[in-house]
């Protein structure tokens, strides 16, 4: 799968286009520090070495998974393998500080066309 990295707001077809194949879920890795993402990999760390092999730092690299068609409130869910990172204090699939998960939040809102 040829998976390129969102630099720029989607438009709500190409956002479409790119969930064909799945259009109830996607996984999404997110550099928040460069403000980029990819998502709609097989598994977070492919878009990880994606991220990685692009020029981002492994500590800015935070997964989440989307899901388009639910509420506002539940489209985004923060847990993935490659957010077990406790140097950086989170123990957990889930990424636990708040403010991390603003900015993850952030960087998929400003350029996925979430309801």
Do not use: C
């Amino acid at each position: 799968m040829d998976t390129p990295i969102v630099r720029a707001r989607l438009t709500a077809e190409e956002f479409s286009a790119a969930l064909e194949d799945s259009p109830e879920f996607a996984k999404v890795v997110v550099d928040t520090a460069r403000r980029v993402l990819v998502f709609g990999i097989d598994l977070h760390a492919d878009g990880e070495q994606l991220l990685l092999d692009d020029g981002s730092r492994q500590e800015d690299l935070w997964g989440a998974n989307i899901y388009p068609g639910k509420p506002p409130g539940g489209q985004i869910e923060y847990t993935s393998m490659i957010n077990i990172r406790p140097r950086q204090g989170n123990r957990s699939m889930d990424i636990t500080e708040a403010t991390l998960r603003d900015a993850v939040a952030s960087v998929i809102r400003s350029l996925l066309p979430l309801s």
